[in-house]
Nanobody
Framework: QVQLVESGGGSVQAGGSLRLSCAASGVTYGTNCMGWFRQAPGKEREMIATINRFGGSTFYADSVKGRFTISLDKSKITVYLQMNSLKPEDTAMYYC???????????????????WGQGTQVTVSS
């Protein structure tokens, strides 16, 4: 089965940086999309950065564009999210996701079905 394990979350002051990691196992050629999502209390889940692990194309939400960078280690099937210039509004639980069947084919669009990691908390203080 597909398993995703996130790490790298923590507490940081505004303007600081964090690097999140997501190690994937059990993936197949059908899992072309990988990405990061976040959800804060009382808010909807937001797709913030995605990458096609075969084509290399990326997507960034406007809220993080220019501050966050997604990358992929193809040999280990591990996706990273480098987060710079963090703001208090970035505080959320961050989740890694990858394609599940045909539920996520076009990586720049939100998935209708995906495999999810357990999440890692990011807290940014002012």
């Amino acid at each position: 089965q597909v398993q995703l394990v996130e790490s790298g979350g923590g507490s940081v002051q505004a303007g600081g940086s964090l690097r999140l990691s997501c190690a994937a196992s059990g993936v197949t050629y059908g899992t072309n999309c990988m990405g990061w999502f976040r959800q804060a209390p009382g808010k909807e889940r937001e797709m913030i950065a995605t990458i096609n692990r075969f084509g290399g194309s990326t997507f960034y939400a406007d809220s993080v564009k220019g501050r966050f960078t997604i990358s992929l280690d193809k040999s280990k099937i591990t996706v990273y999210l480098q987060m710079n210039s963090l703001k208090p509004e970035d505080t959320a639980m961050y989740y890694c996701a990858t394609s599940r069947a045909l539920g996520w084919v076009h990586c720049g669009d939100p998935p209708t079905a995906a495999y999810w990691g357990q999440g890692t908390q990011v807290t940014v203080s002012s």
